[in-house]
């Protein structure tokens, strides 16, 4: 009591040395450690160890099962700071560098669906485990997991939130390097069918919200622009002022040419673009409905699209691969393609000439105008494609179905 240990009382030098035998036999058999412990202590301790021997575990398995977690799960930290804070600082950051807005929001919309439910945990106390099952089971708007190819883009994006956690004394570990490394990805040149283009081009003009988006998607599939060169991220990045982004201003709709100037193509690619037909007629119908550039929300109406039509897997720059790929059949010679698209020859034969698309086929693409996209709402073909898209929700969400039935 009071910082000392209690010893115990006894009536008699036998009854003491019995005790003092017990002790020693206690010491011999056990050690001093067992032998100083009171009684509550040993119970807690004999039953712990019944605990650990019914689940097939020793002392030692579960102190090394103990190292090894505290290693990967928990940090060292000089200061506790929720997660929802961290993120908030990894916003401001990345828009005070510059980082396009488009982007940063993109990026930490993932980050706070992640987040949902763990807000104001801190972030040194997340484990490896925790985002890797989180990864894992992400699906696509159609209901399709991740492909290997986004789960290494997010595994990037969450990489460089810990990362500002690090700098900022928050975290000492990026949980990153603990998860399942994804290998080297091959390199494939993929284009949307010209019956997929159509859907998209149907799901785009199928609702007022969604043909916000024309004119940016107008612009890959039939002008050759990147996305990024659309978005003006270059321009917003060097904190040059709106005036400097990519507008209606740079699209001369009366002469079919688009100029992607300096501020905004990729270094040494600032090039003018001849327009095909059918792409002044798209954009001609984007500017009437107003669509603004840069667009807003363009990734969320495009998802919205792609749950329309069972769009299960969005192609990476795949608008502006399928103009690569049809405009060889337009042009009869490389050279012209490059002069609009904005790369070398050798990318264009080595990625897209190797496809070796039929130039009726090619041809096709450049016949999807506002005309045939209208006809196509009206026909019952269309009405099959959605149709069959919602039956495929409904299966894959069926929990989700019957909540909202309800």
Not at 42 to 57: N, Q, V
Not at 130 to 153: E, H, I, V
Request: some cysteine; aromatic content about 8%; hydrophobic content about 35%.
């Amino acid at each position: 009591m009071n910082g000392h240990r209690l010893r115990p009382l006894v009536n008699s030098e036998d009854d003491a040395d019995k005790l003092l035998s017990k002790y020693k036999k206690d010491l011999k058999q056990a050690g001093e450690f067992w032998a100083r412990l009171s009684g509550s202590d040993r119970l807690e301790i004999t039953a712990t160890l019944t605990k650990i021997k019914e689940a097939g575990h020793t002392v030692t398995s579960v102190w090394a099962d103990w190292q090894r977690w505290k290693k990967d799960s928990q940090q060292t930290t000089t200061e506790p700071k929720a997660y929802e804070d961290v993120v908030a600082e990894f916003e401001t950051r990345k828009l005070a560098a510059g980082v396009g807005k488009r982007y940063v929001r993109e990026v930490v919309d993932l980050f706070k669906r992640f987040g949902t439910g763990r807000e104001r945990q801190n972030i040194h106390e997340i484990s490896p485990d925790d985002l890797q099952n989180w990864l894992n089971t992400q699906k696509t708007p159609a209901g399709k997991p991740w492909s290997l190819s986004t789960k290494k883009t997010n595994q990037i994006r969450f990489s460089s939130l810990w990362t500002v956690a690090i700098a900022k004394g928050w975290a000492s570990l990026n949980i990153i390097d603990r998860l399942e490394p994804i290998k080297r990805i091959g390199v494939t040149t993929q284009i949307f069918a010209n019956a997929t283009t159509l859907n998209i081009m149907a799901a785009i003009m199928s609702n007022k919200l969604t043909q916000a988006i024309l004119a940016p998607i107008t612009l890959g599939f039939f002008g050759c622009m990147r996305p990024e060169e659309i978005a003006s991220e270059k321009a917003i990045q060097e904190g040059l002022p709106a005036s400097k982004y990519f507008g209606w201003h740079d699209i001369d709709l009366k002469h079919g040419l688009v100029s992607v100037r300096v501020e905004i193509a990729k270094t040494g690619d600032e090039r003018t673009i001849r327009l095909q037909p059918c792409a002044v007629k798209w954009l001609t119908l984007a500017k009437e409905l107003g669509n603004p550039l840069p667009s807003v929300n363009e990734r969320r109406l495009i998802d919205e699209c792609c749950a329309l039509i069972g769009l299960e897997d969005w192609i990476h720059d795949g608008l502006r691969k399928n103009c690569a790929t049809h405009l060889r059949a337009v042009y009869k010679n490389d050279y012209d393609v490059i002069k609009d698209m904005g790369h070398s020859i050798r990318v264009l034969l080595g990625h897209y000439a190797a496809k070796r698309v039929p130039d009726e086929v090619s041809l096709e693409h450049w016949q999807i105008t506002p005309d045939k996209v209208a006809k196509y709402l009206a026909s019952q073909k269309w009405r099959d494609v959605v149709t069959a898209a919602s039956a495929l929700r409904q299966e894959q969400s069926p929990s989700e179905n019957a909540k909202s039935e309800s």
